[in-house]
């Protein structure tokens, strides 16, 4: 079964460094995706950046960069150069492939990383 | 253009009521999807629709009904409320497949 897996349900960075949080996944399946999403404590999930199973550059977005170890069956998202506003919720997600061909875009969610940044 | 919204956003129903709640978009996504956010349970998938008149059963969709009579609007209801539904419920739409899905606000759903 695909499952997503995020070792740290909590994590303290001092503002403007980098963090890494980690994101492993399982799955058996030669094309799939991975997403990050951020929630705020205001509780709205805000899409960050995309990875695609067959995409051969990690993807970035800003101070959003994805670390994709496709071997390892890694997708860590680093976030460089943390902001008091980068203090949230990020989750971890994975499309789920469809069945007879049939693509349906369902996500398989991890069960989320806090992030606190501090001054 | 408002994306996603949600409608309430918060409620809180008696045991064996019923209810229902409304996604709405604005974008001509085919997609759409209903999740419940439960604590240290990431986001699990309830049911969904890959197009106008379609449904069909996430993760968890017990206790749960959804209709899509129309391409912007995505229907969940509870016929018959439970405490163990208590959760925030999360809406979300896809342009297709290899889109990311963009979420609406929430709605807080209490069941005492």
């Known amino acids: 079964a695909q499952k997503i897996t995020q070792t740290q349900p909590g994590m303290f960075v001092q503002e403007k460094e980098a963090v890494t949080l980690d994101c492993t996944y399982d799955?058996?399946?030669?094309?799939?995706?991975l997403f990050w999403y951020k929630q705020p404590s205001s509780g709205e999930m805000i899409f960050l950046i995309y990875?695609?199973?067959?995409?051969?550059q990690n993807a970035t977005e800003g101070r959003y960069s994805l670390n994709f170890q496709k071997a390892r069956k890694s997708a860590n998202l680093v976030i460089s150069a943390s902001q008091l506003g980068d203090s949230a919720m990020y989750f971890c997600a994975m499309r789920e492939a469809g069945f007879y061909g049939g693509a349906t875009n369902k996500l398989i969610f991890g069960t989320g990383t806090l992030l606190a940044v501090q001054p | 253009n408002a994306g996603v919204t949600q409608t309430p956003k918060f409620r809180v129903l008696k045991t064996g009521q019923s209810m229902t709640l409304l996604c709405a978009q604005d974008m001509n996504h085919e997609y759409m999807y209903w999740y419940r956010q439960d604590p240290g349970m990431g986001l699990r998938l309830i049911h969904y629709?890959?197009?106008?008149?379609?449904?069909a059963k996430g993760e968890v969709p017990d206790g749960y009904n959804v209709s899509r009579l129309k391409k912007q609007n995505f229907l969940l209801g509870l016929e018959s409320a439970a405490p163990s539904q208590t959760s925030v419920y999360f809406c979300?739409?896809?342009?297709?497949?290899?889109?990311?899905?963009?979420f609406g606000p929430g709605t807080r759903l209490t069941v005492t």
């Open positions: 799955t058996s399946d030669q094309s799939y995706g």
């Open positions: 629709s890959v197009g106008e008149g379609t449904t």
């Open positions: 979300a739409s896809s342009l297709t497949e290899v889109y990311e899905q963009y």
């Open positions: 990875q695609g199973s067959y995409d051969e």
